[in-house]
């Protein structure tokens, strides 16, 4: 079994990877940002330990409320590091359990956006995918995605500074393989099917 990471930045397109993936026959996908969201509810004690950590409520009428979290660690570094801590090695026992589950898949895809710029995952994954485009084509995307602002999508990408770094041509030698997302769906799904080729041979 490999274990694909494919990471990218806003508006990039690693989502569109993944599905024409799927599609072209690799279905078990882990969505690790999805899979935070969902853990702050469904792992029993998770959100008791991070108001503790944090010192606040981040829930209301006994509800988890993410705005309340994002206020907190928005702006905040030595909050969101305190809550990375207890949330990834949640997060990794989860995949763990999801690799067991699929353990006759060839491959696992792991989608991340912030994968490469989080230290604690430093050495996870056999193949790690960069999807990418330039920054105003990325901007643009987003923008259209999420009927949101310049500003606003341009807020989020500042979270970023790796992808925006490879998205104006520096590269990172724990990248094997860049996707570059810059043409037609129909030329995507052409790269894709290269790309998972040379990947099995791997």
């Keep these: 079994m490999k274990v694909v990471v494919v990471t990218g930045g806003i508006g990039s397109g690693k989502s569109a990877v993944c599905r024409i993936m799927c599609d072209k026959g690799w279905t078990a996908q882990y969505n690790a940002d999805a899979r935070v969201k969902a853990l702050y509810v ?6 008791e330990s991070l108001e503790t950590s944090l010192g606040c409520a981040l829930r209301e009428e ?3 409320r993410p705005h309340l979290l994002a206020k907190v660690i928005f702006s905040d570094s030595e909050a969101l590091q305190k809550v990375e801590a207890l949330v990834f090695p949640a997060l990794l026992e989860d995949f763990e359990i999801f690799r067991k589950a699929n353990a006759e898949a060839d491959v696992i895809i792991f989608e991340s956006a912030t994968i490469l710029e989080k230290p604690q995952f430093d050495g996870f994954g056999d193949v790690k995918v960069l999807v990418d485009a330039p920054l105003q084509t990325r901007l643009e995307r987003a923008c259209e995605r999420d009927k949101a602002s310049a500003e606003a999508v341009q807020a989020r990408m500042a979270t970023q500074p790796l992808m925006n770094s490879l998205s104006q041509g520096n590269t990172d ?3 094997d393989f ?3 997302n810059t043409s037609s769906l129909a030329e995507l799904e052409r790269e ?3 790309l998972m080729l040379n990947i099995h041979k791997q």
């Design 42 to 47: 469904e792992k029993d004690g998770l959100l």
């Design 62 to 64: 006994g509800t988890f």
């Design 173 to 175: 030698p724990r990248v």
């Design 178 to 180: 860049v996707l570059a």
């Design 192 to 194: 894709v099917e290269i």
